[in-house]
């Protein structure tokens, strides 16, 4: 194996890990984990929701864990690796009839990824 390919390799793995991290975060149960969330949301974390407030971690993490669970599907992820440690995530989202185009920033700290940003807008 080259350089190149094990770059490849470990960006295909990195891509993976954070798409399961984003899917985590819509299910029920660590929706409702405060200490899982802290885990997975960076400390500078920002959300523009699909109404345009701007929500802090503190604000989703209290929003997340007091909400009643809706399901939400997902498709058309797509990734742009953005630096070593940085990933843009896109994708679309469905729930109760609604669609959203959102994306979401990705850092590497140590050997863990953390959600820095993301927006959703309705579409």
């Known amino acids: 194996m080259n350089m190149e390919t094990d770059s490849a390799l470990e960006t ?3 891509f993976k890990v954070v798409e399961r991290l984003e899917l985590e975060l819509s299910d029920k149960d660590v929706r409702k984990d405060p200490e899982r969330l802290a885990e997975i949301l960076h400390q500078d974390f920002e ?3 699909k109404s345009g ?3 802090s971690k503190s ?3 209290s929003l997340l864990t007091n909400e009643e669970h809706q399901p939400i599907t997902y498709s058309q992820f797509r990734f742009t690796k953005l630096s ?3 990933v ?3 994708y679309q989202s469905h729930c109760n ?3 959203a ?3 979401s920033v990705w850092i590497k700290n140590k050997d863990h990824w953390q959600i820095l940003y993301h927006q959703g807008t309705v579409c």
Do not use: M, Y
């Open 12 to 14: 295909d793995l990195d």
């Open 47 to 49: 959300e523009i929701g």
């Open 53 to 55: 407030r701007v929500f």
């Open 59 to 61: 604000a989703i993490l």
């Open 84 to 86: 070593d440690n940085s």
């Open 88 to 90: 843009l995530l896109k």
């Open 97 to 99: 009839g609604i669609s």
């Open 101 to 103: 185009r959102r994306s």
